[in-house]
Structure formats: C-alpha cells, structure tokens
C-alpha cells in the first residue's frame, strides 16, 4: 500500500492557504497547517477529515520556528514531505508615500523573505522524498507592476525569479519548484492590498474591468500545479489577460492600471 502523500500549508488558517488544504485533504493527503492564527487553523482543521492533519504555530519570518515545525510535521507525516506550500503573505496598499515604511518592511519580510525562509527549511525533506514539490503563491503582480502596489508587486517579482532559479537548480535533486499566479481572488487578503480609498475595493475593481475569482479556483489550480509541467500557472481570466498583454501590449496594462488608480480619488 502506497505511504499517504503530505503537504505542509502556511497561511492555513484562511483563504487560498484553508481551500488548498480542503483540496489535497479530500484526495486523501495528510495536511500541515501553518500560521499564526491559532483559531483559524482550527477552523480549518474543522473542515478537514478527522486524523488527516496537525497544526503549528509558525511565523514565517522566524527561521527557529520553521525549523521546529517542519521537523514535528516530518514526524507526523512518517517521513513525507511531498508538497511545501509556501502560501503565507499580506497585502497593503495606496499610494508609495502613504504606505509607511514599517508595512513595506512587513510585506518584504512575510512575502519575500518567509517564502525564502520556507525553502530554506523545507529543502532538506523535500530532497529525501521522491517527487517532491516546492509551490510557492505569486501573483499576477507579478507580471506587471502596478499603481497603488508597488511593495506588493516587487516581493511578488521576486517570488517568481526565486521560483524560475530554484525550478533549475532543484531539478537535479527531483525537485519541482512551482508557482501560482492568481489575480484578484475573493479572500480578504484582497480588502488590505487595495487601501487607499474609502471606496470599497470590489467595487473599484470590477469597476475598471478586473475579474474577482472563487477562492475554490485557486485549490484546483494548486493541484494541476503540482501534477503539471508549467513553472507558472495562471489563475483566473484576468491574470491570463496580464500575461498576455505585458508580453505583447505593456502599455494597455499601463492604461488599465490608471484608471483603477483613478478611481480612488
């Protein structure tokens, strides 16, 4: 009988972190659930089958932490680590000048740092199970920079070169190093990266032409991420279009940008 495959998930208490573990639990994997919300992991836990998954405190900037956690997993696995997840981010918003700098610190710190922290501590399990897969959560930021997100777009470019670098690096070793590139997903992640406005930001979005899709697309998109051969996957009609246009038509991207930007004055 074949040994159950297992995932270790930050940013597991809400979101695409909770859909993408619903997603693996219900195809029978055992789950790691990361965050540091405590409470929300248990909900998610709640969702999940009975047995099939453990919880750990985890900030992903700490590197002790990681260390710690992924070694109690590695146990409650039976030795497995199939897929590390680095999914654990935040957003803020608005204009440069008015994000201060303590939350540009914060978003370089959780979205670039801990997903290098993550493969850092993840790498020595992944290397000792065949087949592996480091999966880190881009997004469709970084594609194209754009106004209002400038922090939260480089972190997300550097995501992506650390997942294109490691992708060619780990291949010798058996390791696949991929990446989802979501648009605006309906999580409320979404509520804190586009500040700067009283204005509410669906709102704003979908009045400059921006599709907002189900968190549930994103865990099937994980899926064929980890079964697949593409580095990148795109999620949602709207990052589809982004990589369209900054290969072809930058400026378009540009335009379209302006005009949400506009629309928070």
């Avoid at 900030?59 to 497995?80: H, I, M, P, T, Y």
């Amino acid at each position: 009988m074949a040994a159950r495959k297992a995932i270790f998930v930050t940013g597991g208490a809400s979101g695409i972190g909770r859909a993408v573990a619903i997603h693996f639990a219900n195809k029978g994997w055992f789950v790691g659930l990361a965050d540091i919300d405590r409470k929300g992991m248990e909900a998610t836990a709640a969702q999940l089958p009975q047995g099939q998954s453990a919880l750990y405190d985890l900030d992903v900037r700490d590197a002790a932490q990681w260390k710690a956690a992924l070694e109690g997993f590695w146990k409650a696995s039976g030795g497995r680590l199939d897929v590390m997840f680095n999914n654990a981010g935040i957003g803020r918003g608005g204009p440069f000048e008015q994000v201060t700098p303590d939350e540009h610190d914060l978003m370089l710190d959780v979205n670039l740092k801990g997903v290098v922290r993550g493969a850092e501590a993840a790498y020595p399990y992944l290397v000792q199970t065949p087949g592996s897969c480091l999966l880190n959560t881009c997004s469709a930021a970084g594609l194209y920079g754009a106004g209002g997100l400038a922090v939260y777009a480089a972190t997300k470019f550097g995501v992506r070169g650390l997942t294109e670098a490691l992708d060619i690096e780990w291949a010798p070793q058996g390791i696949r190093v991929r990446s989802l590139m979501p648009s605006f997903i309906d999580t409320p992640i979404l509520d804190s990266i586009s500040s700067g406005s009283n204005r509410p930001p669906r709102e704003r979005l979908q009045e400059a032409g921006f599709e907002i899709s189900p968190v549930a697309m994103v865990a099937e998109a994980a899926w064929q991420a980890v079964e697949g051969k593409k580095v990148h996957t795109l999620v949602g009609k709207t990052a589809r279009q982004l990589a369209m246009l900054a290969r072809f038509a930058p400026g378009l991207i540009r335009n379209r940008s302006k005009r949400l930007h506009d629309t928070a004055d």
